[in-house]
């Protein structure tokens, strides 16, 4: 491994932990020329996720446009960056378990709702508002009813 500091390649692994429930590897590092230690992250490389919008247009999964659409869906919530990883991690997780390359993006925003909804109520409603397109304050209300229904229903 390269050394981000000195560019000498080599270097010595200090500490290894696994993270993202054992998807990644995190290795503590100390280059032998500069001395200075850095970290570096292992992942497994997977045949890449393609998405089918609903027009037919196909692009590259992208973990990155879905982190940014669920921040602004949390924005000014009690929602961490950490929380924000998990759900995206669990729905990238699923993806790849279940499709060998093609997803339909309905499924994608689908599965992205019901996650939200169980973190966050007010952010399910801001995601769903952009996702399912709402035209005016009924579609607010139409989103809404299920939820308020639920939360008014006595403990079983």
């Known amino acids: 491994m390269r050394c981000p500091f000195c560019r000498a390649d080599d270097d010595r692994v200090i500490d290894?932990?696994?993270g993202d429930d054992g998807a990644t590897?995190?290795?503590?590092?100390e280059c032998l020329g500069c001395r200075r230690r850095f970290t570096t992250y292992e992942r497994v490389e997977r045949q890449p996720l393609t998405v089918t919008k609903k027009g037919g247009v196909r692009e590259p999964f992208d973990r990155d446009k879905i982190k940014r659409g669920l921040a602004k869906a949390c924005w000014k919530r009690p929602i961490t960056e950490d929380d924000i990883e998990q759900v995206v991690a669990a729905l990238e997780g699923e993806l790849?378990?279940?499709?060998?390359g093609d997803v339909p993006s309905r499924v994608i925003g689908e599965r992205l709702m019901e996650l939200l909804r169980a973190l966050d109520q007010v952010a399910f409603v801001r995601f769903a508002s952009v996702y399912r397109e709402f035209k005016d304050v009924r579609d607010f209300v139409d989103e809404l009813e299920p939820i308020l229904a639920e939360s008014h229903r006595p403990p079983a």
Request: positive net charge.
């Open 96 to 100: 790849y378990g279940t499709y060998d």
């Open 16 to 18: 290894s932990r696994a």
């Open 25 to 29: 590897i995190r290795r503590r590092r």
